[in-house]
């Protein structure tokens, strides 16, 4: 930007992310709780379904507790010293526990993957609302934000939401038991339980193995979509200004949906698969559970010698249940509480953050004169559907329910406009321009002077703070936002291409032109010889903003892309202030291709491109201090002459 009054405003703090391991505050607001729970009601059958079978699987879970208690007072003990032991009772209880530890993995299954959908499907609906009213903001909260701040709302605090909804609110504790220690004091109890463990840890790992393969692909695909949605709305953030002069709003949201669904598609299934290995690796505890309760019972009641670290002697049934309680936590880990509370904070202060950007005031618009397609019967202004190339303002009368139409001619007239980024700091001071119909006015200055912001003004990303500004007439307050940019074409100094086809970025700002629109376009503003030179000329995909173009060829882009779009009134902010003289020159041919009968706004700091403007104004500290022709201010000697003779010397 030229205006140094809006380069040194600073963004105003946002609440971070705590620092990886630190220690997150346990506080938690009972407004962002209440309003994060109402994105579940769509969910509230899903989650009756997960609160059953969490509470199924917790049965399971306390039931295997029970289950030691019994196996050795009702059945192991019982059969100790008896002639010939009946194995009967004693496989019924095993196999009727084994049906309730399979009721457990399964509800396990279940609540993991409904939760999984209910997740994605909660933040499917905050992503979009975010991008939906993220393209009703301002230009000025664009401004006051940094890009990465932006992108982190739909990154890093939707994938913590997404850690709480998915993983700690379903689970209730988790293990603290380290695996070696638990590993040593298996082995201190007995070698052979310890190898049987060892053996099955082998079944664990290869199921693993298989359920990671699976997951492993989706995950793949999600991060391929992660990073195209990504990039799509990283794109849009550095377009916003494209965006809205071309009132692409609609086009946006549309595709920024079909990139949605794609990546709440990949993730759901990602994340069903890799949920459901812990209640898995579950179920096959309970089995290895089961085995070494029938070995250790085996042990114990044949006095079978039983090795240890240390010594060699008869398992005891004490050690058995020691040992059964020690494979629970060796097969199962569950991450600690406190881990678990410190992400549901993190979530909850990603939650403030992505609730605060929904709160945000969106832009007003209280305009009501529309921009409509016109054509003279007998004489008369009427409204058409069909582009003729004449274009007029709608007026309508609430009085009297009447229509009025007013030719839409390009006179832009600032009468003592006032204006500051704050109320309290004014940065542009008594300004007064009048640009007929098919005139070219420069603004020239030094950086800061104030020349973008006369053009931003026009546009009305910003509201003046005193003075009118009139368009034919109209004064642009009455004039609805989107039918007022869609007669400006703007030209900036930093192009924004889309990813897409040529074709595309050159329809951008009229989704309806016709491939011959937009090549005889591309011819009025020199972009046709180039465009052809392409690998798939029109059709060739731009990819990185169109990084693989030089900076000549995506300002011949953009020229040709507002020659598409056909507007009355061009704004043309240093257009060829970053490219090299060579190649102004031919950016500058297509330039005054595109400004033949129109009003054109041009701001540069190469005075040579201003010579043939109709008024030349020199802005200083926010004021204009000259205003005339070319030879006008060069024979007063005043800053324009300073300013052009100083140019032309260095050059």
């Not at 309970?286 to 240890?308: D, E, Q, R, T």
């Not at 309508?396 to 309290?424: M, R, S």
């Amino acid at each position: 930007m030229s205006d140094n009054v809006k380069e040194t405003k600073q963004p105003p703090r946002m609440p971070g992310r705590p620092p990886r391991g630190a220690r997150v505050p346990m506080k938690f607001d009972k407004a962002t709780i209440k309003r994060m729970l109402s994105y579940m009601k769509p969910f509230t059958p899903h989650l009756i379904l997960v609160v059953i079978f969490i509470l199924i699987n917790a049965a399971a879970s306390v039931s295997s507790s029970l289950f030691l208690k019994t196996l050795i007072d009702e059945y192991i003990l019982p059969l100790v010293g008896t002639e010939n032991p009946d194995y009967s009772g004693l496989l019924g209880a095993i196999c009727r526990m084994a049906v309730l530890f399979v009721a457990g993995a399964l509800s396990a299954l279940f609540y993991s993957r409904i939760m999984a959908t209910v997740s994605q499907g909660v933040l499917k609906k905050i992503r979009n609302e975010m991008f939906t009213h993220m393209q009703s903001l301002p230009i000025n909260y664009f401004d006051t934000h940094t890009h990465g701040d932006i992108m982190s709302f739909y990154t890093n605090d939707a994938d913590a939401m997404q850690q709480m909804l998915s993983q700690s609110i379903p689970q209730v504790i988790s293990s603290g038991v380290s695996i070696i220690a638990v590993f040593c004091s298996m082995l201190s109890l007995s070698v052979w339980l310890t190898l049987t463990v060892v053996v099955f840890l082998v079944v664990i790992m290869t199921v693993t193995a298989v359920i990671a393969g699976r997951s492993g692909k989706y995950f793949m695909a999600q991060q391929h979509s992660t990073a195209d949605m990504n990039g799509y709305i990283e794109e849009m953030i550095n377009g916003q200004r494209v965006v809205k002069i071309f009132c692409h709003e609609e086009k946006a949201k549309e595709k920024f949906d079909v990139k949605n669904v794609d990546l709440c598609e990949n993730t759901c299934k990602a994340n069903a698969y890799a949920n459901i290995l812990m209640p898995i690796n579950n179920a096959l505890g309970y089995f290895l559970y089961v085995i070494l309760a029938m070995i250790g019972g085996v042990l114990a009641i044949n006095k079978i010698p039983n090795a240890a670290c240390f010594t060699v002697n008869v398992l005891s049934l004490g050690s058995i249940a020691s040992f059964l309680q020690l494979s629970r936590s060796f097969t199962g880990p569950i991450g600690q509480v406190s881990q678990q509370l410190n992400a549901v904070a993190m979530a909850m202060a990603g939650a403030e953050r992505i609730f605060s950007l929904l709160d945000e005031k969106p832009e007003t618009d209280d305009g009501y004169v529309t921009l409509v397609n016109a054509k003279r019967v007998n004489g008369e202004l009427t409204e058409t559907e069909e582009r003729t190339g004449l274009w007029a303002w709608k007026h309508p009368h609430t009085a009297d329910g009447t229509v009025t139409y007013t030719e839409l001619k390009g006179n832009v007239i600032l009468d003592d406009v006032d204006f500051g980024y704050v109320p309290e700091k004014i940065v542009l001071h008594n300004i007064d321009i009048y640009a007929e119909p098919g005139q070219k006015v420069a603004f020239v200055g030094a950086t800061g002077a104030g020349k973008t912001t006369i053009t931003n003004l026009i546009n009305r990303f910003y509201d003046i703070a005193d003075g009118k500004i009139r368009y034919d007439g109209i004064n642009i307050n009455k004039i609805k936002k989107d039918d007022l940019r869609r007669s400006l074409g703007v030209v900036l100094q930093d192009v924004n291409l889309f990813t897409g086809t040529v074709m595309d970025n050159l329809r951008y700002g009229k989704p309806s032109a016709t491939d011959e629109e937009c090549i005889a376009a591309a011819k009025l503003a020199n972009a046709d010889g180039f465009i052809r030179m392409l690998p798939e000329g029109y059709n060739t995909v731009l990819t990185g903003g169109g990084s693989g173009l030089s900076q000549g060829q995506r300002q011949l882009i953009s020229i040709a892309r507002a020659a598409v779009a056909d507007p009355p009134v061009m704004i043309l902010d240093e257009a060829t202030s970053s490219i090299d003289t060579r190649t102004e020159a031919i950016v500058q041919a297509g330039m005054d291709a595109l400004m033949k009968g129109r009003t054109v706004f041009v701001i540069a700091h190469r005075l040579s491109t201003v010579k043939n403007s109709d008024v030349i104004m020199v802005l200083e500290q926010g004021r204009i201090i000259e205003r005339g022709s070319h030879e006008k201010l060069i024979s007063e000697k005043g800053q324009y002459y300073r300013l052009y003779t100083g140019a032309f010397e260095l050059e």
